[in-house]
């Protein structure tokens, strides 16, 4: 096993048992980290924006969330909760979402343009921005809205840093417009 391979499995096991946990202390507009998609696939896009190549970026993603899968469903039962029939469900959401994220983040870090690399860069705020709109438009639950819309601005500006860091080209590039 590759040491990238390794790290999304630690990474994805600790995830998923620091989620079980958190599904029972968090309170307010911050239960909802413990409840929804983004602090899933946020780590995926990470392994992705660090992994050499797409070829180990793709796997590493799908072990990643599968792994965080393992380790909510571990945890949670040996905190004597029962684990539910959709286990598999989110092991197949884990191996879709997984290499779609890292994917992204393979991209956001070492896309062949700016243009490529704004793509990827949108997929952490694009699924923090759905969540938001879920809270408020569905749910209507303000507080947890406006935490991931806060989360969806920062993510942004952060993954543009990565982005636009990695890019000693755009300025031969706009030199040449």
């Not at 994917?103 to 921005?129: D, E, F, M």
């Amino acid at each position: 096993m590759t040491p990238t391979l390794l790290r999304a499995a630690v990474v994805g096991l600790v995830v998923g048992a620091a989620t079980s946990w958190a599904q029972t202390v968090l309170h307010g507009p911050w239960s909802a980290l413990a409840n929804a998609a983004s602090p899933w696939v946020a780590p995926a896009f990470v392994v992705g924006v660090l992994a050499p190549t797409l070829a180990l970026a793709l796997p590493a993603g799908a072990l990643l969330c599968v792994a965080e899968v393992a380790g909510y469903y571990l945890t949670a039962g040996a905190r004597g909760f029962p684990v539910g029939a959709h286990v598999s469900t989110w092991a197949v959401l884990g191996l879709v979402a997984g290499p779609v994220f890292a994917g992204a983040g393979w991209l956001c870090r070492q896309g062949p343009s700016v243009g490529w690399r704004a793509v990827g860069a949108a997929a952490v705020p694009a699924i923090l921005l759905a969540e938001a709109a879920r809270y408020a438009v569905v749910l209507h639950y303000r507080g947890e809205a406006a935490l991931f819309a806060v989360l969806a601005a920062v993510a942004g500006q952060a993954v543009w840093a990565v982005a636009s860091s990695n890019d000693s080209r755009s300025g031969a590039e706009s030199e040449r417009r």
